[in-house]
């Protein structure tokens, strides 16, 4: 039987497609870029998204937000098991599915 390795690090990113396009394309007249408001949206939501699919999973293993890197925010995990690595990255999949969602709907507001 293979044991599991216990110093597992798992790195898990995210970031805006296009998000040059978007920024230069979503000036507004009020001073206040729409874009801004998307990024503030995007780095409140994802990890509030990501760690609410976890609890869903009953995920335990540990997961914080390590970096965040202009537009893109890497989440770092460390499972103890496959059992937990496999639901580490459903639960990211699912809530960058359900973040997709959001926001499509929040792009088309700020339009």
């Not at 979503?26 to 990890?47: C, H, I, K, M």
């Not at 970096?67 to 059992?83: E, M, N, T, Y």
């Amino acid at each position: 039987m293979t044991t599991f390795p216990d110093n597992l690090i798992l790195l898990l990113s995210v970031d805006i497609v296009s998000s040059a396009a978007f920024k230069a394309s979503s000036s507004s007249d009020t001073g206040r870029l729409s874009w801004v408001q998307a990024f503030e949206a995007f780095y409140q939501n994802v990890p509030t998204i990501l760690n609410g699919e976890r609890e869903k999973l009953q995920v335990s293993s540990s997961f914080d937000l390590w970096k965040s890197i202009g537009d893109q925010l890497v989440f770092l995990a460390r499972p103890h098991s496959a059992s937990e690595l496999e639901q580490e990255c459903l639960a990211f999949v699912r809530g960058l599915h359900l973040d997709a969602a959001l926001s499509s709907r929040t792009l088309h507001v700020l339009e």
